[in-house]
């Protein structure tokens, strides 16, 4: 009884140690992201991009420019109560019942899809970020990996010479070891050039003016699948965009068949007129007041109905890009889940495998003891244990990668 509650208290430490550790990681790469979205100059020119689509709302509630005019008659005609004299005239348009509306409507569906394409953005910038981050952390463990193996090689290298000068060993064993130590010196070296690499595409994401620290988080764990939300790509603003781009041509069709419609006026004509001298009549030099309502008939309307045909086959190609991109990114949705799991599988198998390496290193040096200590076979071991742990990082940026990804498609 007593067993199975350690055990149960063994598993619950775990499972607080990987959220803690799943917190933490969070914590410090949304501080990077929240960072990249306040001064990324691409993200910050689809907002405003986004801030004009809004305004051209505002512009589409508008009707046509006023028209006015003024005229003085050269010949001025007589009439019986007068002489014209001058003619003053205003006119205004006014489109067709809910044309406006419909404006409104269809440049709202086009910010619409300028908002999605900022969102679309927002989340290409979050991922592009965290595989960045993700590599330099690997980076970062690489180095503290191969750190401990050049220190390792070097105490190595001390129970070679001690045992060259007791006769238990030769110096092709000191230089062998000599040799391994400078390649992994080498490796070090190139990695701090992919280090600074990765480091200028961070700080250029994150739109600094000048290279500064990035801190990374200390260890990243392998979360349980528990842990994981389900994957869906019903809310993707990549699907979502070309419904508000099937609803955009919609809007420009119900706008077109307004625009088919009569255009109606409305103005007014005022006429000056002159008093005729030397004659008493009613009305003599009465001003002329004269209303006008007029109507544009658009009778050549081949022009709307072509782009009635237009939006129909834009309507179906929406439908075919839609499909075609759905298509896409459940494959990478898949793709990614499952790389994710043989990332894991990677990851538990390493650790296995360091344990059984770690055994062995310790039986090879236990034979040093008794002078007997196989310095090759030591090596071997050694390159073993190099190698599993690097498949172990390298595991876990390749798992976290995916979660990125994943999280990317699906949240």
Not at 333 to 353: C, F, G, M, P
Not at 388 to 409: E, G, H, R, W
Request: negative net charge; hydrophobic residues 40%; proline residues 2%.
């Amino acid at each position: 009884m007593a067993i199975q509650k350690g055990k149960e208290m063994t598993k619950i430490t775990c499972i607080i140690l990987i959220l803690i550790g799943g917190i933490s990681n969070a914590q410090t790469l949304q501080m990077y992201i929240e960072e990249a979205e306040a001064h990324n100059p691409e993200l910050q020119a689809m907002k405003l991009r986004y801030t004009i689509s809004r305004e051209k709302i505002v512009e589409a509630n508008t009707l046509p420019n006023t028209e006015v005019s003024a005229g003085f008659f050269i010949s001025e005609p007589e009439t019986r109560t007068g002489a014209q004299k001058a003619r003053f005239s205003i006119k205004q348009m006014v489109p067709w019942f809910g044309t406006i509306t419909a404006r409104e409507n269809y440049a709202s569906a086009l910010a619409e899809v300028d908002y999605l394409d900022m969102i679309i953005a927002q989340r290409k910038l979050r991922l592009s970020l965290s595989q960045s981050y993700y590599k330099l952390y690997a980076i970062e463990r690489t180095n503290q990996i191969l750190e401990k193996n050049v220190a390792l090689l070097q105490t190595y290298e001390k129970l070679a010479l001690t045992a060259v000068e007791v006769g238990n060993a030769s110096v092709v064993d000191v230089l062998r070891l000599q040799i391994r130590r400078n390649e992994l010196e080498q490796r070090k070296k190139v990695l701090e050039q992919d280090r600074m690499a990765e480091s200028s595409l961070f700080n250029h994401l994150l739109n600094r003016n000048e290279p500064t620290e990035i801190i990374m988080i200390d260890s990243l764990a392998i979360l349980s699948d528990s842990f994981l939300g389900k994957s869906g790509l019903e809310l993707h603003p990549e699907l979502e965009k070309y419904d508000k781009l099937f609803e955009s041509v919609t809007q420009s069709e119900l706008l077109n068949l307004k625009d088919a419609k009569p255009n109606i006026g409305f103005g007014l004509d005022y006429i000056t007129v002159a008093e005729r001298d030397g004659m008493v009549i009613s009305d003599n030099g009465k001003d002329i007041l004269m209303p006008m309502v007029s109507l544009s008939i658009p009778l050549f309307n081949t022009k709307n109905r072509s782009l009635t045909e237009q939006n129909e086959l834009k309507l179906d190609e929406m439908e075919a890009r839609k499909a075609s991109r759905r298509n896409e990114l459940q494959t990478i949705l898949d793709a990614a889940v499952h790389k994710r799991q043989a990332a894991k599988i990677s990851y538990e198998t390493q650790a296995q495998n360091l344990k059984q390496a770690k055994h062995a290193e310790d039986i090879l040096l236990k034979g040093y003891e008794t002078g007997s200590i196989d310095f090759n076979a030591l090596l071997e071991i050694q390159e073993l244990q190099l190698k599993f742990q690097l498949s172990q990082v390298d595991a876990v940026k390749n798992y976290f990668m995916q979660i990125a990804t994943i999280n990317y498609l699906t949240n």
